[in-house]
């Protein structure tokens, strides 16, 4: 996908080309009362699952009464194998179900899943959006892994699965026994959508001038800060902040901050009416 | 069914009452804009206006959303067998992508669930009043329209309220275009315009003429070679009869892979030509007459089924008709034919009853009217006519980017008012621009475009408005 600030109209080699359909796992929680909040659908990133934010997320954000989906990208989780899978199919994934829920709704991407939605919100006029942790590739991401996990990482530079580990993910609060169930269910993205992360592809301007929360740890071992601050910035803001925290925010100890801060931010929004 | 009936209407309360030049009383919407029909067209420009922050007060003759795609309503040209010729990545709005479940070519069922979902989601019917006719649009001072409503069917007073812009999206599919013959009054068979045409139970068992090969033309006779007796197509012309499938995709998707590369015309048309010999074959071997044009200089047809028809005898071409008899038609070579109904697919004509012939400069009333990306009007800065296009692909793209581009503009007219004003000098200078390679004179053919030079042209339209 090449850069570009501009509003594209013609689309013919997409359009030529359709997105091959591919069977999606969606997990949900809906509030036992429909008060008309919009949906929040969140977008887990490389390697992860819905599962991931089935965990805690769903439920707590169905709790206080917004409709809540995870989507599973094709070749994760319960969605259908796709080894030769492309960002650009993965946005397809994102935007397919957005367009399935009954409201305008807000997008919620983690890690790698934020350039999904980003790259979904060119697609899709959501009616705000989340970018936690962003992954937005490009070689510092890949230099920052190395160096905490080489052996975890090098294969992925070949085209081999991208592994991370323990200390990249979670704080050390989490305890031993959960952490490692959750690497344990790691999978991995495929081969042409990890590589495309090195080349840091720009995803085209939002259509329909969503808001745009960017929320992260400083203490991230994937994500460093400048990362979120550049991220922010790009979307006109400052990220939040929630120091102390690995780079899954959803699954570590204190999950329950960050998301309350979206819902709040959500609330205060004049996007939930 | 679900059925798309909405009582959940905004009132337009007067906000400051005035009186228009009769008197009458009007009320004052302020910066709100008025959009007329809920078909695909005028449901795009409530969500887009919304979307950059306008009020809008939709008005919709019927009582659900979908227009032409609704067939309740009674104005609709679609028949139970419709499905999509232009396939799904070309027909869906560009930002509300069709279900990856559906077909390549969804039914017509499938298109009005997709409009309501799509009215549902961006949560439009608020801003609809259905049952709800327009019946006069008349500019005022300083750019603004008075709009007179009433009840659809001439019921209850009429109402007239005042707008500071205003989006025409009536459709140009539901005025039947009858041709006139010699004799026709006097034919004792049944005549009926493919509008009222509905289910093939109409042509059971009976011997039946179809006039016109247009998409709605083709599809007809080809449920006439299954149900009828006996079935005649006449065309004034010989067609190119392109399948629904080429090379094992999409006709669409494989025409769009040669635009993407930027072929040229002559040498698409060369290469079509090519493709349709060795698929089809020569159809004059079935007395079809040959084509009096190259491909893509009429109304793309799309039915990988008319030629199988022939092929099998189901379906009879004739020549154009020239008169009717009681009990008989003559056609143009003097041979004679004896249907029992004669459905005239003879296509549709542009109507814009509402409206003073001054507006579009049209005394003569022809529907032609002269407009800069089939959409701006010279000399009305805040009027937009929306879908009056005969795209060779999918409408519904066209008039969602249409729709932005007049919402982009009525932001201008406000932020950044040199911009406007450079746009309505534009207008004024390029009213009347053809988006298409040359194409045969036909009533049907003056706003045919194609969608890649359309959109190119928006995208410029859009650059120049806002561009450094
Ligand atoms: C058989 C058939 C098949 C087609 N297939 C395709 C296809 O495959 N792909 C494609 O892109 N296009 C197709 N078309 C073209 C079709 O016209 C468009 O798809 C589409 O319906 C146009 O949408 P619209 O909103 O512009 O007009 P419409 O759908 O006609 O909607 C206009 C709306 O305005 C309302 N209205 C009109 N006048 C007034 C008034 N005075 N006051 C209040 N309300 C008013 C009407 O009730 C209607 O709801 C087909 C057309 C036909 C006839
Ligand atoms: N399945 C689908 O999706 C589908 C189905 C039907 C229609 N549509 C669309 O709906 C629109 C309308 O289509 P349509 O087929 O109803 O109308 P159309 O495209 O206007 O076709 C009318 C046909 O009738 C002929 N004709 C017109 N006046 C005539 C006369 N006086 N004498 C003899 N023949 C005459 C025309 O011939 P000329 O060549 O001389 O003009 C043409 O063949 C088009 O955009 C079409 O693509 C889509």
Redesign the pocket.
Known sequence: MSASSELRIMRGREWSRPVRPARREVLSAVPELEEGRPPLLFVPGFGHGAWAFAEHWLGHVASRGFPAYAVSLRGHGGSEPAPEATLRAYAHDVVQVAASLPRQAVLVGHGAGALVVAHALARYPARGAVLVAPVFGGWGVLGAALRRNPAGTLPAVFGGPLRLNRGQLFSRELPDEEARRYVGRLGRAGRRAQWALLGEPEAEPAVGAPPVLVLGSPDDRVVPASTLTRVARRYGSAPLLFPGMGHDLMLDARWAEPIDAILDWLEKEPVAH | MSTSTDHGRPDPEATSPAANSDGRPVSDRGDTVCVIGAGASGLTAIKNLREHGFGVDCYERETGVGGAWNWRHDRS?VYAS?????SKPFTQFPDFPMPDSWPDYPHHGQLLSYFERYADHFDLRSHIWFGTEVIRVEPVDGDRWDVTTRSTGGYGPERTARYAAVVIANGH?WSP?L?RYEGLEEFRGEIMH?SSYKDPAQLRGKRVLV?????????IAVEAAQQASRCWH????G?WYAPKYVLGRPADQVNDSLLALRVPLRVRQWLYHWTLRLTVGDLTRFGLPKPDHRVYE???I?NSQLVYYVGHGGIGPVP??ARFHPYAVELADGREIDPEVVVF????LPRFEFLDASVFADSAGTGRPTLWLNAFTPGHPTLAVAGLL?PDSGLFTLSHWQTVLFARLLQARRDRPERATAFASRVRERAGERYSGPV?D????WFEVGHADYLRAIQRALVELEGK
Do not use: E, F, M
């Not at chain 2, 006039?211 to 599809?219: E, F, K, P, Q």
């Open positions: 040209p419709t499905h999509l010729i232009s599919n275009k041709p493919a006039v016109g090969a247009g998409n709605t033309g083709c599809d006449s065309t004034r012309r067609y009429t109304h793309p799309a154009d008709v697919a003879t296509g549709y005969q045969k036909s009533s049907r053919h």
